[in-house]
């Protein structure tokens, strides 16, 4: 596992450069058949990172935001496969606040059991899977260990919430809770917030696509954390239609 945790985690830089260089030259915008955005630098990461996967993994299919559309009969015949989001936070991209991220994950069984999150604007990096647990390296310093913070007893809650997808069922969920803070961010950091133990909680009732959360949820499991559906059961993975029900996750 560490071995596979080291390529994926070049190839997440590598495509977190491809970004970068697109957001240095400007760049345009369309919609997709579902009105979300797409720019160059989703398709460019994800150039990337099929290119690498293929090559170091040939036997290991792909199911990535940016790819071809494959059937269900066809995926659901898979017992291991990659599920990538090429640039997670799109619109935060493209509102240049520095907070979206390149997402790999590994799957089994339709479970996450690696996850790579490397935001590019930050050179932050974390990794995770339960065999080696939850990591962080920024700048290209050494991994660090890192893991989730549960409150102690009586402590108000951190929580963190989508910048771009604000939530009247979010508003009404936290007004049962003791909320010390609400931290608005973009994109799949807010899982690597949770792991590192920046966060408490990250409830999402707003819909979200399988890519968005596999690699967060791989980290923050590794991290000592939880995710669960808003029906208190195990979150699924490789469903017929790939739209997530709402989640939470917890330290």
């Known amino acids: 596992m560490k071995k596979m945790i080291k390529a994926l985690s070049n190839i997440a830089r590598e ?13 345009k915008i369309k919609d997709k058949d579902d ?57 935060e991209f493209i509102k240049d606040n520095g907070e979206f991220c390149v997402c790999i994950a590994l799957m089994r069984d339709n479970r996450p059991v690696l996850g790579v999150i490397y935001a590019p604007t930050q050179d932050a990096l974390f990794t995770g ?6 990591h962080v390296s920024r700048n290209g310093e050494t991994p660090k260990q890192i893991s989730t913070i549960p409150p102690a007893e009586g402590e108000g809650l ?17 007004d049962k809770m003791n909320v010390a803070k609400m931290t608005p961010a973009g994109s799949a950091i807010k899982f690597c917030l949770v792991a590192e133990g920046k966060a408490h909680l ?49 330290a």
Do not use: C
Request: glycine share 10%; no cysteine.
């Open 129 to 134: 899977s339960i065999e080696t647990g939850a």
């Open 158 to 174: 951190n929580i963190v919430g989508s910048r771009s997808h604000p939530s009247p069922d979010l508003a009404e969920y936290l």
């Open 35 to 91: 009105k979300s955005p797409v720019t160059e630098a989703d398709i460019a990461s994800h150039k990337v990172i099929s290119k690498y996967l293929t090559e170091i993994y040939p036997g290991i299919p792909i199911l990535s935001e940016e790819g071809t559309n494959i059937s269900y009969e066809e995926r659901r015949q898979w017992k291991e496969f990659f599920l990538v989001d090429p640039l997670d936070g799109t619109k």
């Open 202 to 250: 990250y409830p999402r009732f707003n819909p979200t696509m399988e890519w968005d959360t596999a690699a967060g949820q791989a980290i923050v499991e590794a991290a000592g954390g939880t995710m669960y559906g808003l029906d208190g059961n195990e979150f699924t993975y490789n469903k017929e239609n790939l739209r997530n029900p709402g989640f939470i996750v917890k």
């Open 15 to 27: 495509a977190g450069s491809a970004i970068m260089d697109v957001r240095s030259k400007g760049f």
